[in-house]
């Protein structure tokens, strides 16, 4: 039974973290990881899935290799959060919120971008690997 709650919340994990690469302000990489501790106590060929997928298996590689985010995933990160700031400044009529919001937005911009980039290597020298 426990297995099969395990199991049933790392479903429902995948789910909100493949959401949250869609939505803004749904995180996907913490959603991800709770699916793959969730698998790996549960089911190990859904844990197996998790980490071979095409596009959810990176985002747990690279928290667990530590390698950081790629250009092309922080300019996704930075992009879809800089639309949702940019609509909720243009919708509040208070300037201090305002402010606030804009001091938010550069916040997490800084902080994105500081965060290590990975390095992706060229297609030619993965197939030579």
């Keep these: 039974m426990k297995r099969s709650i395990y199991t049933f919340l ?11 690469i869609f939505l803004p302000l749904l995180p996907t990489t913490p959603f991800l990881l709770l699916a793959a501790f969730l698998f790996a ?8 899935w998790l980490l071979s997928h095409k596009y959810l ?4 590689h690279a928290f667990r290799n530590k390698t950081g985010l790629t250009r092309t995933q922080k ?13 909720s400044i243009y919708f509040v009529p208070q300037t201090a919120i ?3 919001l804009i001091g938010w937005w550069l916040f997490w911009t800084v902080y994105i971008y500081r965060i290590k ?3 992706v290597a060229a297609p030619a020298l993965q197939a030579a690997e």
Excluded: C, D, M
């Design 41 to 48: 106590k549960s089911n190990e060929r859904w844990y197996h």
């Design 117 to 119: 980039t990975a390095q």
């Design 57 to 60: 298996g990176p985002y747990v």
């Design 75 to 87: 300019l996704r990160i930075v992009s879809s959060f800089t639309i949702l700031f940019a609509v």
């Design 10 to 20: 790392g479903l429902l994990a995948v789910g909100l973290g493949t959401a949250g």
């Design 98 to 100: 305002k402010v606030a």
